[in-house]
């Protein structure tokens, strides 16, 4: 089992950056694939990226893109999203997530869906003001 806890969260201006981290505790962290969604009130999660088990590869939604970067540190059971050019648009709660590796692709739909993933943070709110 895999306890997730998110930070980083907070107010930035649009144009701003901030850093979101997730902390995971349990063992074997890098057996799982990593994913990072949001959602905003009366929407469903959205997908904003995954990471594999090594962070050698990376998936990300179109909206983010280039402004966004997703990272893993195994040894600190931590993984990171960087986020750049933050727009107004990108106001949420951010949430982590974990789901075992099941030999499929980081890239493919099965790892861009929430329902997907077994473990969960509690998320942390951005809030980018324009």
């Known amino acids: 089992q895999v306890q997730l806890v998110d930070s980083g969260g907070g107010l930035v201006q649009a144009g701003g950056s901030l850093r979101l981290s997730c902390a995971a505790s349990?063992?074997?962290?890098?057996?799982?694939?990593m994913g990072w969604f949001r959602q905003d009130p009366g929407k469903e999660r959205e997908f904003v990226g995954a990471?594999?088990?090594?962070?050698?590869?990376?998936d990300y939604a179109d909206s983010v893109k280039g402004r966004f970067t997703i990272s893993r540190d195994n040894a600190a059971n931590t993984v990171y999203l960087q986020m750049s050019s933050l727009k107004p648009e990108d106001t949420a709660v951010y949430y982590c997530a974990a789901e075992p590796d099941h030999g499929i692709n980081v890239g493919t739909y099965y790892y861009r869906t929430a329902e997907n993933y077994v473990y969960w943070g509690q998320g942390t709110q951005v809030t980018v003001s324009s």
């Open positions: 990471i594999s088990r090594s962070g050698s590869t990376t």
């Open positions: 349990g063992r074997a962290f890098s057996r799982y694939i």
